[in-house]
C-alpha cells in the first residue's frame, strides 16, 4: 500500500479475500495525474502498469512517448496506444486490482 492510501480511504469489501480492496475516488484522482508528463517518474519506476488494457511491465518496454505542448514534458504511451501509464515511484500500487478500479474510473461507461 502506498503512503497516500489511509485506512479510511481504503477498505476490504465484504465478503471478499483481504486482497480485493475498494479504492476511493479520492485516490484515483491523485494517480490520474501521474499518467501525464511522466517520462522521469516512468523511468525511475519498477514496474509501470496501464490502466486501459491492464498490462504491468518494466519502463524498458516503452518505445513511444509523447511531446506535451509548450515543452512541458513527455507522456508515455502504453504499447496498446493509450496514455494511461503510472509507474511504480508514483507511491500508488501497480497491480491488477489497482489497473481495474482505476479502468473502471476512468474508462467504463456509466449508462
Same mark, same amino acid.
Given at each position: 500500500?502506498? *503512503? ?10 465484504? =465478503?471478499?479475500?483481504?486482497? $480485493?480492496? /475498494?479504492? !476511493?475516488? =479520492?485516490? +484515483?484522482?491523485?494517480?490520474? *495525474?501521474?499518467?501525464?508528463? =511522466? ?5 525511475? !519506476?519498477? +514496474? ?10 518494466? %519502463?524498458?518496454?516503452? !518505445?513511444?512517448?509523447?511531446?506535451? $505542448? =509548450?515543452? @512541458? ?5 502504453? @504499447?496498446?496506444?493509450?496514455?494511461? +501509464? ?6 500508488? %500500487? /501497480?497491480? !491488477? ?15
Amino acid at each position: 500500500m502506498t *503512503k497516500l492510501m489511509k485506512k479510511q480511504e481504503l477498505s476490504n469489501q465484504d =465478503n471478499k479475500d483481504s486482497h $480485493d480492496f /475498494i479504492f !476511493s475516488e =479520492n485516490i +484515483l484522482i491523485k494517480a490520474h *495525474k501521474h499518467c501525464i508528463r =511522466n517520462r522521469d517518474e516512468i523511468l525511475a !519506476s519498477e +514496474l509501470c502498469g496501464c490502466f486501459y488494457c491492464l498490462s504491468i511491465y518494466t %519502463p524498458d518496454k516503452i !518505445s513511444e512517448w509523447l511531446k506535451e $505542448d =509548450n515543452d @512541458s514534458g513527455y507522456t508515455a504511451l502504453c @504499447s496498446c496506444g493509450v496514455d494511461a +501509464l503510472i509507474g511504480s515511484a508514483s507511491n500508488f %500500487p /501497480i497491480t !491488477s486490482e489497482f489497473m481495474q478500479a482505476m479502468h473502471s474510473k476512468w474508462f467504463s461507461v456509466e449508462e
